[in-house]
C-alpha cells in the first residue's frame, strides 16, 4: 500500500497548484481520503477531507479555494488550490482511512502519503 504526493512547488500569493496523490495496493475510492497541511512548527491539519456521512470538509478559510478530487481510472486524489496564501505553505499531506470517524483527525487514518512541500511567497 503506497501513497505518492506531487505537484507542490513555489507559487506567488495569489497563484495556483495542484496536488496529486497516487495510490497503489488498493482502491482508493474504497477508502476515506483527506488532504493535510503541516506548517512549520504547527500540527498537521485538515485541508478537505471526507467526513462521515459523506459529506467534504473544507475549513473556512479555504471553502471556495480548494477542491478535493477523485480520479478513479487513475486511482489518484487531487487537491486544486486557488489564490493561494503565504500562511498555506507547507508540507501537505494525502492520506486514506479504511474507516472515517470524523475526517478531520490525523488518527482517522491508516495509510499517509510522504508529502509535498508547497511555498506561497508574497
Known amino acids: 500500500v503506497q501513497l505518492v504526493e506531487s505537484g507542490g512547488g513555489l507559487v506567488q500569493a495569489g497563484g495556483s497548484l495542484t496536488l496529486s496523490c497516487a495510490a497503489s495496493g488498493f482502491t482508493l475510492d474504497s477508502y476515506g481520503i483527506g488532504w493535510f497541511r503541516q506548517a512549520p512548527g504547527k500540527q498537521r491539519e485538515a485541508v478537505s477531507c471526507?467526513?462521515?456521512?459523506?459529506?467534504?470538509y473544507y475549513p473556512d478559510d479555504v471553502k471556495g479555494r480548494f477542491t478535493i478530487a477523485i480520479n478513479n481510472d487513475k486511482n489518484t486524489l487531487y487537491l486544486q488550490m486557488n489564490n493561494l496564501k503565504p500562511e498555506e505553505k507547507g508540507v501537505y499531506y494525502c492520506?486514506?482511512?479504511?474507516?472515517?470517524?470524523?475526517?478531520?483527525?490525523?488518527?482517522?487514518?491508516?495509510?499517509w502519503g510522504q508529502g509535498t512541500q508547497a511555498t506561497v511567497s508574497s
Open positions: 492520506a486514506a482511512a479504511t474507516r472515517i470517524v470524523d475526517g478531520r483527525r490525523v488518527n482517522d487514518y491508516d495509510y
Open positions: 471526507n467526513m462521515r456521512g459523506g459529506d467534504t
